[in-house]
């Protein structure tokens, strides 16, 4: 397979991949239009995590754990139970927070059907997470600051009561040295754990200060002016990319299903024959005048001619017929008759389908008698023998129906009638049934001296073309080659018609 193997399939299969991008293109287009736009607003906020100068690993690691865990806050439920009563929503919004990668931001983003309230949402968010910094480090019970705050104050009860000993023993016993001494030292000791509480205390105030102002906001969000979703560009593109591609697929998909015969080289291929004629379609009602006037249409008759009479055998008596009906093969019968008699030489048509007979149509006789008739034995081919007025074509038409017409032509009449007409002419051609229709294709194929298979392009079958050629063999048929009706015209014809129609001007 080459590039132009794959572009002939896409080309024949053109209006699967325009149905397909046209389908999915309607169905998306209509979609985006019909979705409920969605606005998105985003809250930016700060999360201090470290006050000194120095950073050390412990600073890293403490950081990352600070801000997961505000971004797990956010979306707690409590935390969404509260912004749902601030914000007087019926249900919880869509909501998105994240870090912003080697900051120490996050972003809060909530979506929502109506701007501001996906503005007020977000803000709100923020707010909530801002009142509730502190119990990350409170709990439920007292902070140290609270705690030390109580040690300070029983310290300076005690630091009071210690004095006031001091001093009672310096008025009642100044020359008991040992007891103000015992009383100093105490006093002195309370002194310093008071000092010691109360730098504890000034610490945890400043961090508790400084924990105040680690969290804020920095850019509140806005009310936005266009929705986030849909996307109707980038939907519409992913859209159309999506229609060419499973159009693509389908086209293949259907190729591989389909066994209808396109090319001369799928027929060969099918048939294990050769193609010895190529017959282009033909516009109008078929016509003989038709054959010199169209110069593809009169060429193709005229090469088929040639290529039968090169045959290595002789042949005066040959079978043309196609697997099923309407295939074109008693327009070829009566055309190549035709052409071998421009050529000179003596030529009968036989119509043997006694069905549906079409000889008669294409030579515009009559066909009151006929084959049935001779092989009735109610008249001799020599009275039933019609000539047209095309020098060396003679007609037998089918005649009237008989009751068993494959009977009738497996009977030694019929055997005799082609021994005789082969005396008398040069080429005797039989317009038989579809072979797969009924018998007579394969009861006439022993007693002819060849046989060529019609096969309409676009529209014959792969599976039947072989069914066709296993009956023929069969019965021991001698099938020369294939005809390709309908076939595609080539470049040469091109050329040669374009020169005809100048020389006419």
Same mark, same amino acid.
Not at 314 to 342: D, F, H
């Given at each position: 397979m080459d590039l132009k193997h794959y572009l002939r399939i896409l080309w024949r299969r053109k209006w699967i991949i325009v149905i397909t991008t046209v389908v999915t293109l309607t169905i998306v287009v209509v979609g985006t239009y019909k979705t409920t736009p969605i606005y998105s607003a985003t809250a930016t906020m700060r999360i201090a995590s470290s006050s000194t100068g120095s950073v050390s690993s412990y600073d890293y690691y403490y950081a990352d754990r600070l801000m997961n865990t505000y971004v797990k806050l956010a979306t707690t439920t409590p935390v969404l139970d509260e912004l749902v009563t601030r914000v007087g929503l019926g249900s919880v919004p869509e909501i998105e927070v994240k870090t912003l990668p080697q900051t120490e931001l996050i972003q809060i983003t909530v979506e929502h059907s109506n701007p501001q309230t996906a503005s007020l949402a977000a803000n709100t968010l923020a707010e909530i997470l801002i009142s509730k910094s502190l119990e990350l480090y409170t709990g439920s019970g007292e902070s140290s600051l609270e705690i030390l705050s109580e040690q300070v104050a029983s310290m300076e009860q005690e630091i009071a009561q210690a004095r006031t000993e001091y001093l009672n023993i310096v008025e009642s016993s100044p020359a008991d040295t040992e007891a103000i001494q015992s009383a100093q030292e105490m006093l002195d000791l309370k002194q310093q754990m008071y000092s010691s509480v109360l730098e504890q205390y000034e610490q945890a105030r400043l961090k508790a200060s400084l924990r105040e102002n680690s969290i804020s906001v920095v850019e509140p969000a806005s009310t936005p002016e266009k929705p986030a979703k849909p996307r109707k560009e980038l939907n519409i593109a992913l859209g159309f990319m999506v229609g060419a591609v499973g159009g693509l697929g389908l086209a293949f998909l259907w190729e591989n299903l389909d066994s209808t015969l396109y090319t001369t080289e799928q027929i060969e291929s099918v048939s294990k024959l050769p193609v010895i004629g190529k017959v282009p379609?033909? +516009?109008?009602?078929?016509?003989?005048?038709?054959?010199? =006037? #169209?110069?593809?249409? +009169?060429?193709?008759?005229?090469?088929?001619?040639? #290529?039968?009479?090169?045959?290595?055998?002789?042949?005066?008596?040959?079978? @043309?017929?196609?697997?099923?009906?309407?295939? +074109?093969?008693?327009?070829?019968?009566?055309?190549? =008759?035709?052409? *071998?008699?421009?050529?000179?030489?003596? @030529?009968?048509?036989?119509?043997?389908?006694?069905?549906?007979?079409? !000889?008669?149509?294409?030579?515009?006789?009559? /066909?009151?008698? $006929?084959?049935?008739?001779?092989?009735?034995?109610?008249?001799?081919?020599?009275?039933?023998?019609?000539?047209?007025?095309?020098?060396?074509? %003679?007609?037998?038409?089918? +005649?009237?129906?008989?009751? /068993?017409?494959?009977?009738?032509?497996?009977?030694? !009449? &019929?055997?005799?009638?082609?021994?005789?007409?082969?005396?008398?002419?040069?080429? @005797?051609?039989?317009?038989?049934?579809?072979?797969?229709?009924?018998?007579?294709?394969?009861?006439? =194929?022993? *007693?002819?001296?060849?046989?060529?298979?019609?096969?309409?392009?676009?529209?014959? /079958?792969?599976?039947?073309?072989?069914? &066709?050629?296993?009956?023929?063999?069969?019965?021991? $048929?001698?099938?020369? $080659? @294939?005809?390709? /009706?309908?076939?595609? %015209?080539t470049n040469g014809y091109y050329y040669y018609h374009h020169k005809k129609m100048s020389l006419k001007k």
């Open positions: 379609p033909l +516009g109008k009602e078929n016509s003989f005048e038709e054959m010199n =006037a #169209n110069f593809s249409y +009169g060429e193709s008759f005229r090469r088929l001619r040639t #290529n039968i009479l090169s045959i290595d055998f002789p042949i005066r008596t040959l079978l @043309v017929t196609s697997a099923k009906p309407r295939e +074109g093969k008693s327009r070829i019968a009566a055309n190549l =008759a035709y052409v *071998m008699a421009q050529s000179g030489r003596k @030529v009968v048509v036989v119509d043997c389908d006694m069905r549906v007979p079409s !000889q008669y149509k294409l030579f515009s006789i009559e /066909n009151k008698f $006929g084959l049935s008739s001779i092989l009735e034995q109610k008249a001799t081919f020599t009275e039933e023998l019609q000539s047209i007025d095309l020098d060396g074509v %003679h007609v037998i038409p089918s +005649g009237p129906l008989p009751e /068993n017409p494959s009977e009738l032509l497996g009977t030694g !009449q &019929m055997k005799n009638l082609l021994d005789r007409l082969a005396t008398v002419f040069d080429l @005797v051609i039989l317009d038989t049934p579809a072979a797969l229709a009924v018998a007579d294709a394969a009861i006439l =194929a022993p *007693m002819v001296d060849a046989i060529v298979l019609v096969v309409c392009r676009a529209k014959s /079958n792969a599976g039947e073309v072989r069914i &066709m050629q296993a009956q023929l063999k069969k019965v021991d $048929g001698k099938v020369i $080659g @294939v005809i390709e /009706n309908r076939a595609e %015209h």
